[in-house]
């Protein structure tokens, strides 16, 4: 299947801001709207900002005809998630991308949104894992300028200094980036929303698990041969993990070199994406070439 980009942004566009998982205000808003219009958008605001429906931003039909509008409607240009926290995949069978793969647009999230990353990418369709509409004052200034460049069409290479070189994997490699959170690909595993892992550039990260949830889900994607014939692993942010008050006894970076032990790919930790301050922008579902090297880490897109 050829892959189809969506077209980048220019000044005066409109773009959407739904929530496809839980409940959000129009006030806390407020600073992502600013960001748009100073980029020079205008913001649409969905159904879903200020419907609730317990800890969701509406139940799953209204999250899902809400999503659905924006997909649908020629005048929206791209569409900016909320929020994460939990409830994209009650939704995403009730879609229809239909006149979306026809007439592709942005996405725009990470954490529970990597369901829509990796339902849309299998349409060889790119989306942007970035910071999303909350918090966007509180992230690096980093995170707001990537985004910023991802949809106005300015790929940048991203070359960040190697934090671990004790545990990073030396070494280059080619393919299409895929991936996000852990937790969350785990969970569309087999499903309709899965992609394929073969010969693909892996980012991973994910937020406040147990270590050994980590380990276990590790072990699934590694018993299950998606670990085996990657091109390569970049791991971000592994946030605020806690372990039992008897320690599992490994760290979770030791967890996953020991899973891709055999494997001759290059991997990296710590990369500048995830539930962090520096949430850089990827552009997933795009080619890249992926350099690991003592000193630094370089993605450039292809």
Not at 146 to 170: C, M, Y
Not at 188 to 203: C, H, M, N, R, T
Not at 267 to 292: M, Q, S, W, Y
Request: charged content about 25%.
């Amino acid at each position: 299947m050829p892959q189809t980009q969506p077209k980048n942004l220019k000044k005066g566009d409109t773009i959407a801001i739904v929530s496809t998982a839980r409940k959000i205000s129009k006030e806390e808003l407020v600073p992502a709207i600013l960001f748009a219009k100073k980029m020079g958008l205008e913001v649409h605001l969905g159904k879903t900002i200020g419907a609730e429906k317990h800890q969701y931003a509406g139940d799953d039909a209204l999250r899902a005809q809400d999503f659905q509008d924006a997909l649908d409607n020629p005048m929206i240009k791209a569409i900016w998630c909320a929020r994460g926290g939990y409830g994209t995949i009650r939704m995403i069978d009730l879609l229809d991308f239909t006149k979306f793969v026809q007439h592709p647009k942005w996405l725009v999230g990470y954490s529970d949104v990597t369901v829509l990353h990796s339902h849309i990418n299998k349409f060889n369709i790119p989306t942007i894992h970035g910071q999303m509409c909350l918090d966007i004052e509180k992230k690096s200034k980093t995170s707001q300028d990537t985004l910023q460049e991802a949809l106005f069409g300015k790929n940048n290479s991203i070359t960040w200094p190697v934090q671990d070189p004790l545990h990073a994997r030396f070494g280059t490699a080619t393919g299409t980036l895929i991936g996000g959170n852990l937790s969350v690909l785990y969970s569309i595993i087999d499903s309709p929303s899965e992609g394929d892992w073969q010969g693909k550039v892996l980012f991973l990260e994910d937020l406040d698990e147990m270590v050994y949830h980590i380990d276990r889900m590790i072990q699934n994607l590694k018993r299950s041969g998606r670990l085996k014939n990657l091109a390569g692993l970049i791991v971000g942010g592994m946030s605020d993990m806690r372990d039992n008050s008897i320690p599992f006894g490994k760290t979770v970076i030791e967890i996953i070199l020991e899973a891709v032990n055999g494997y001759d790919y290059p991997v990296c930790f710590h990369f500048p994406a995830g539930h962090i301050e520096d949430n850089t922008a990827l552009v997933l579902g795009k080619e890249v070439h992926l350099d690991v090297s003592d000193k630094y880490l370089r993605l450039r897109y292809i």
